[in-house]
C-alpha cells in the first residue's frame, strides 16, 4: 500500500561528519565479544548509492554491538574503491571483501558467502544501492528479538525511490498492535512484501536453508524464516529501497520476473513437502492475478485457462504481453 510521499534527498542519510569508531562503539554494551549483528550488503557497480548505504550504517545509535561486512563484486565504476576507503577509516567496523573477479557470472551468491564471514548472532541485510533511515533500526529490531525468543524474523516498511511509502500489506498480516503486526508463510507465500534491506533475523536458522540456484533468493529465505518460528512487522521503522532499473531484479521484464517468481513456488513445494498443498494453492492464486491483472490484453486467455501454469511456464505469456505492452512487456 502506498502511503506518504517525501523527497528521497530528505530521507538520504545526513552528509556531514560521521561519528568516529570509537564515538560509535561507545554506546556498545558488549563491545569485548563477538558481534551482536552482522550486517551483510552486498555491492556491485553501486558507486552512486554506496555511500548512502554505508553512512546508514555507521549512523545507527544502538546498545548491540555490530560489523559492517560489504562484499564488492568486482565493481568498475568506482564502488570498489569507496568500500576500501571507508574500511580505511573504519578498521574495526567495516571488513570489505573485494573481488577481483566477478563471481555472479560463476554462480557465486553473496547469500551463501555470509556464513563464511558473519559472526553475529542477529544478521541484518542491505544491498548497496539502498540504505537505512532509522537510525534506531538496529536497537529496535534485536530488542524485540532478545525479548520474544519465539520470533526469528522482522522487516518493516521502507520508501521507494521515488519518496513513496510503501507501508505493512495490512491485509496479509495479523492485527496490529502497539509496536506492529505479526504474519507467517501465508503472508510470505501470497507474495514477496519484503524488502530486502528491512530484513533483521536469527542468523542460526540460515544454516538450515535449503540451497538453491534460483536467481532470487531472498524470497525462499523469508519463507524458510517464517516456518523457522514467529515473524513480526515493524511500524515506525523505515529504510529506502531503489528500484532503479539497473538491479538484478529492477532490470527484469515483466515477463522475466513472472518466470522466476514461478520458479520460487517450484522450489517452496519441493523444499518444503510438508507444505507443497498450500505453496500449490498460493502458486494457482499467484497464477490467477497475473490473468486477472492483463485480462483485457491476453487474446489467448482460453489456452491459460486450460494450463495456466504450463502456460505461463513454457514462455507464452511473452507473447501475449508483447502484443499489448511492447516487445519488453510492461515493467512492475
Given at each position: 500500500?502506498i502511503?506518504?510521499?517525501?523527497r528521497l534527498?530528505?530521507?538520504r542519510?545526513?552528509?556531514?561528519?560521521?561519528?568516529?569508531?570509537?564515538?560509535?562503539?561507545?554506546?556498545?554494551?558488549?563491545?569485548?565479544?563477538?558481534?551482536?549483528?552482522?550486517?551483510?550488503?552486498?555491492?556491485?557497480?553501486?558507486?552512486?548509492?554506496?555511500?548512502d548505504?554505508?553512512?546508514?550504517f555507521?549512523?545507527?545509535?544502538?546498545?548491540?554491538?555490530?560489523?559492517?561486512?560489504v562484499?564488492?563484486?568486482?565493481?568498475s565504476?568506482?564502488?570498489?574503491?569507496?568500500?576500501?576507503?571507508?574500511?580505511e577509516?573504519?578498521?574495526?567496523l567495516?571488513?570489505?571483501?573485494?573481488n577481483?573477479e566477478?563471481?555472479?557470472?560463476?554462480?557465486?551468491?553473496?547469500?551463501?558467502?555470509?556464513?563464511?564471514v558473519?559472526?553475529?548472532?542477529?544478521?541484518?541485510?542491505?544491498?548497496g544501492?539502498?540504505f537505512w533511515?532509522s537510525?534506531?533500526?538496529?536497537?529496535?529490531?534485536?530488542?524485540w528479538?532478545?525479548a520474544?525468543?519465539?520470533?526469528?524474523?522482522?522487516c518493516h516498511?521502507?520508501?521507494?525511490?521515488?519518496g513513496q511509502?510503501i507501508a505493512?500489506?495490512?491485509a496479509?498480516?495479523?492485527?496490529?498492535?502497539?509496536?506492529?503486526?505479526?504474519?507467517?508463510?501465508?503472508?510470505?507465500?501470497?507474495?514477496?512484501?519484503?524488502?530486502?534491506?528491512?530484513?533483521?533475523?536469527?542468523?542460526?536458522?540460515?544454516?538450515?536453508?535449503?540451497?538453491s540456484?534460483?536467481f532470487?533468493?531472498?524470497?525462499?529465505?523469508w519463507?524458510h524464516l517464517s516456518?523457522?518460528?514467529?515473524?513480526?512487522?515493524?511500524?515506525?521503522?523505515?529504510?529506502?529501497?531503489?528500484?532503479h532499473?539497473?538491479?538484478?531484479?529492477?532490470?527484469?521484464?515483466f515477463?522475466q520476473r513472472?518466470?522466476?517468481?514461478?520458479?520460487?513456488?517450484d522450489?517452496a513445494a519441493?523444499?518444503?513437502p510438508e507444505?507443497?498443498?498450500?505453496?500449490e494453492r498460493?502458486?494457482?492464486?499467484?497464477?490467477?492475478?497475473?490473468?486477472l491483472?492483463?485480462q483485457d490484453?491476453?487474446?489467448?486467455?482460453?489456452?491459460?485457462?486450460?494450463?495456466?501454469?504450463?502456460?505461463?511456464?513454457r514462455?507464452?505469456?511473452?507473447?501475449?504481453?508483447r502484443?499489448a505492452?511492447?516487445?519488453?512487456g510492461?515493467?512492475?
Amino acid at each position: 500500500m502506498i502511503g506518504g510521499t517525501r523527497r528521497l534527498h530528505a530521507l538520504r542519510p545526513a552528509r556531514g561528519g560521521l561519528r568516529s569508531e570509537k564515538e560509535i562503539k561507545a554506546n556498545w554494551s558488549d563491545a569485548d565479544a563477538d558481534p551482536a549483528i552482522s550486517i551483510c550488503c552486498a555491492t556491485y557497480n553501486h558507486a552512486a548509492w554506496i555511500e548512502d548505504a554505508l553512512r546508514g550504517f555507521l549512523a545507527q545509535e544502538t546498545r548491540y554491538s555490530f560489523e559492517i561486512i560489504v562484499r564488492d563484486d568486482a565493481s568498475s565504476d568506482g564502488t570498489r574503491e569507496i568500500v576500501a576507503d571507508y574500511a580505511e577509516k573504519y578498521p574495526g567496523l567495516i571488513k570489505a571483501i573485494l573481488n577481483k573477479e566477478n563471481r555472479f557470472g560463476a554462480g557465486e551468491r553473496a547469500m551463501w558467502v555470509w556464513p563464511e564471514v558473519a559472526r553475529g548472532r542477529y544478521w541484518a541485510f542491505c544491498e548497496g544501492d539502498d540504505f537505512w533511515i532509522s537510525r534506531d533500526k538496529l536497537e529496535i529490531q534485536a530488542s524485540w528479538m532478545d525479548a520474544h525468543p519465539d520470533y526469528v524474523f522482522s522487516c518493516h516498511d521502507f520508501y521507494n525511490a521515488e519518496g513513496q511509502l510503501i507501508a505493512r500489506p495490512a491485509a496479509m498480516l495479523g492485527e496490529e498492535g502497539e509496536f506492529g503486526s505479526e504474519f507467517g508463510a501465508e503472508a510470505i507465500l501470497t507474495r514477496n512484501f519484503v524488502a530486502t534491506n528491512t530484513a533483521f533475523f536469527r542468523s542460526k536458522c540460515f544454516a538450515s536453508l535449503p540451497r538453491s540456484q534460483l536467481f532470487m533468493l531472498d524470497w525462499p529465505l523469508w519463507l524458510h524464516l517464517s516456518l523457522c518460528g514467529r515473524c513480526f512487522y515493524h511500524r515506525s521503522l523505515y529504510g529506502c529501497y531503489r528500484d532503479h532499473g539497473q538491479g538484478l531484479w529492477s532490470g527484469l521484464t515483466f515477463h522475466q520476473r513472472a518466470q522466476r517468481e514461478l520458479q520460487f513456488y517450484d522450489f517452496a513445494a519441493n523444499a518444503y513437502p510438508e507444505e507443497r498443498e498450500r505453496v500449490e494453492r498460493k502458486k494457482m492464486e499467484y497464477v490467477s492475478r497475473i490473468i486477472l491483472d492483463h485480462q483485457d490484453s491476453l487474446n489467448e486467455l482460453a489456452d491459460l485457462r486450460r494450463n495456466p501454469v504450463k502456460y505461463l511456464a513454457r514462455g507464452a505469456l511473452r507473447r501475449v504481453l508483447r502484443k499489448a505492452h511492447g516487445r519488453r512487456g510492461p515493467r512492475c
